[in-house]
C-alpha cells in the first residue's frame, strides 16, 4: 500500500515528465493528456486518502475560523 508521500513523489514524477515534454520541440498531444489525467486522478487519490486519515484530527485541532474553513472544505470535496 502507498504511503501518501509515495502518492505525492509520483504526482511530482508524472509533472515532471509533462515538464520535459513541452520543453521538448515535438509535443505528443495525446503523451501530454494523457499524463496530465494521470496527475490529475492521483492528486484526486491523495486528497481522498489523507481526507480519510487525517481530516478529523485536523478539525478536532482547528478552532474558531478554520474549523469553519475545513468543514467547508470538506463538504465541497464530498460534491465532488
Given at each position: 500500500m502507498k504511503t501518501n508521500q509515495q502518492r505525492v513523489k509520483n504526482v511530482i514524477g508524472q509533472l515532471q515528465g509533462v515538464e520535459k515534454m513541452l520543453a521538448e520541440k515535438q509535443i505528443d498531444c495525446l503523451k501530454?493528456?494523457?499524463?496530465l489525467k494521470?496527475?490529475?486522478?492521483?492528486?484526486a487519490s491523495l486528497m481522498e486518502k489523507y481526507l480519510i486519515s487525517e481530516f478529523g484530527?485536523?478539525?478536532?485541532?482547528?478552532?474558531?475560523?478554520n474549523r469553519e474553513q475545513l468543514k467547508k472544505i470538506m463538504s465541497e470535496m464530498i460534491k465532488q
Open positions: 501530454v493528456i494523457t499524463q494521470a496527475a490529475k486522478s492521483a492528486i484530527c485536523c478539525i478536532h485541532q482547528a478552532k474558531g475560523k
